[in-house]
């Protein structure tokens, strides 16, 4: 009889163990997504070339929210009930400080290709909230600016001074 209970206690502790596997944090996700969810951020796109007579093309796409969001430094995580911190009323404005293109030159793997430079500042706006309520409730809000600086350089292909190579490798690549 005593083999029995010896043996169960084991099996007993192993079960309760097992049922509390299933469990995720919420937290899993939102990691996942951040680790494996934005492959393009750090890859630099190749765009047709730059033709003769044409104005030059000027960086108009600013950063997403998401990105700017995302390069801002990670918020302490806290502990529920304990101590808790939030960004709230985020506005974010968004202003070119560099828009220029290098002249041609050969890149590994590419090509020869100018690089168009641009670079945006980002300043966020919005308002920390810290909360506790152990061992006596608190709360906290201030205004909070954080400035952060985001390059969206690109390639452009150089194909020569030729105007019909130019439009050909244009119609190649865009499908028109």
């Given at each position: 009889?005593?083999?029995?209970?010896?043996?169960?206690?084991?099996?007993?502790?192993?079960?309760?163990?097992?049922?509390?596997?299933?469990?995720?944090?919420?937290?899993?996700?939102?990691?996942?997504?951040?680790?494996?969810?934005?492959?393009?951020?750090?890859?630099?796109?190749?765009?047709?070339?730059?033709?003769?007579?044409?104005?030059?093309?000027?960086?108009?796409?600013?950063?997403?929210?998401?990105?700017?969001?995302?390069?801002?430094?990670?918020?302490?995580?806290?502990?529920?009930?304990?101590?808790?911190e939030f960004r709230d009323d985020?506005?974010?404005?968004?202003?070119?400080?560099?828009?220029?293109?290098?002249?041609?030159?050969?890149?590994?793997?590419?090509?020869?290709?100018?690089?168009?430079?641009?670079?945006?500042?980002?300043?966020?706006?919005?308002?920390?909230?810290?909360?506790?309520?152990?061992?006596?409730?608190?709360?906290?809000?201030?205004?909070?600016?954080?400035?952060?600086?985001?390059?969206?350089?690109?390639?452009?292909?150089?194909?020569?001074?030729?105007?019909?190579?130019?439009?050909?490798?244009?119609?190649?690549?865009?499908?028109?």
């Open positions: 009889m005593s083999w029995y209970r010896k043996l169960g206690l084991p099996v007993a502790a192993l079960v309760v163990a097992l049922n509390g596997v299933g469990c995720v944090q919420p937290w899993v996700a939102s990691r996942l997504d951040e680790k494996l969810g934005h492959k393009d951020d750090h890859r630099t796109p190749i765009l047709p070339p730059i033709r003769d007579g044409y104005p030059a093309p000027v960086c108009e796409d600013p950063p997403s929210d998401r990105e700017v969001l995302r390069s801002l430094p990670k918020g302490i995580r806290g502990v529920p009930w304990v101590y808790e985020i506005q974010i404005t968004k202003s070119r400080i560099v828009d220029k293109i290098d002249p041609p030159r050969f890149f590994p793997l590419i090509g020869m290709a100018q690089l168009h430079h641009c670079h945006w500042e980002c300043a966020v706006y919005y308002t920390e909230t810290i909360e506790s309520s152990h061992p006596y409730p608190v709360y906290l809000r201030k205004p909070r600016i954080q400035v952060v600086y985001i390059d969206k350089d690109h390639l452009h292909l150089y194909v020569g001074p030729n105007p019909d190579t130019q439009k050909e490798i244009l119609l190649e690549m865009t499908k028109y």
